[in-house]
T-cell receptor, first 113, second 116 residues
Framework: DQQVKQNSPSLSVQEGRISILNCDYTNSMFDYFLWYKKYPAEGPTFLISISSIKDKNEDGRFTVFLNKSAKHLSLHIVPSQPGDSAVYFCAASRGYNFNKFYFGSGTKLNVKP | NAGVTQTPKFRVLKTGQSMTLLCAQDMNHEYMYWYRQDPGMGLRLIHYSVGEGTTAKGEVPDGYNVSRLKKQNFLLGLESAAPSQTSVYFC???????????????FGDGTRLSIL
């Protein structure tokens, strides 16, 4: 049973608009969360992280929001660019055990020029 | 700038055959990991290592063995391949973690393994 779920397999957005990728988790003990980005035929690359002591973390065009009561996190990309087209994975860990992350199945983002 | 290199990139095996996947990193990372990715699922941790000579089980370790004889290399072995092990395998490495200070994992480009 997947503890981290990304229920939207794909998302299409116009260049310049906001992309919102969503992630839900079931384990209330998760306390650290990540987003990774993956291009075809390449390995994932780290994008941004957030600890459960925060509800928001920003890095340039990327912002991650955490809603602990809803067990939900989201990644906002503003403005979206064609180069952002990739598969985005969210992941969660428990007890700051960074050696064991549980990954979602990914959302494929297509940013149209 | 090699980073994390996985060998081979593709392989087709017959059921019951054995093989070893090699992961090499040149970033002097202490920690190394093996994941598998299957369609419709996220990455799942197979085994990991927190230093030379150490290994530990991840989420899906059955059917796999690993060795970390040298700091820069992490080997994943399939002793008797099964069709259920058809997957894309990713190796990753990172610096050690300290408290709440996450160190991103750097991934290789993957090995696509098909078992007939």
């Amino acid at each position: 049973d997947q503890q981290v779920k990304q229920n939207s397999p794909s998302l299409s957005v116009q260049e310049g608009r906001i992309s919102i990728l969503n992630c839900d988790y079931t384990n209330s003990m998760f306390d650290y969360f990540l987003w990774y980005k993956k291009y075809p035929a390449e390995g994932p690359t780290f994008l941004i992280s957030i600890s459960s002591i925060k509800d928001k973390n920003e890095d340039g065009r990327f912002t991650v929001f955490l809603n602990k009561s809803a067990k939900h996190l989201s990644l906002h990309i503003v403005p979206s660019q064609p180069g952002d087209s990739a598969v985005y994975f969210c992941a969660a860990s428990r007890g700051y055990n960074f050696n064991k992350f549980y990954f979602g199945s990914g959302t494929k983002l297509n940013v149209k020029p | 700038n090699a980073g994390v290199t996985q060998t081979p990139k593709f392989r087709v095996l017959k059921t019951g055959q054995s093989m070893t996947l090699l992961c090499a990193q040149d970033m002097n990372h202490e920690y190394m990991y093996w994941y598998r990715q299957d369609p419709g699922m996220g990455l799942r941790l197979i085994h990991y290592s927190v230093g030379e000579g150490t290994t530990a089980k991840g989420e899906v370790p059955d059917g796999y063995n690993v060795s970390r004889l040298k700091k820069q290399n992490f080997l994943l072995g399939l002793e008797s391949a099964a069709p259920s092990q058809t997957s894309v395998y990713f190796c990753a490495s990172s610096y050690p973690f300290g408290g709440a200070d996450y160190q991103p994992q750097h991934f290789g480009d993957g090995t696509r393994l098909s078992i007939l």
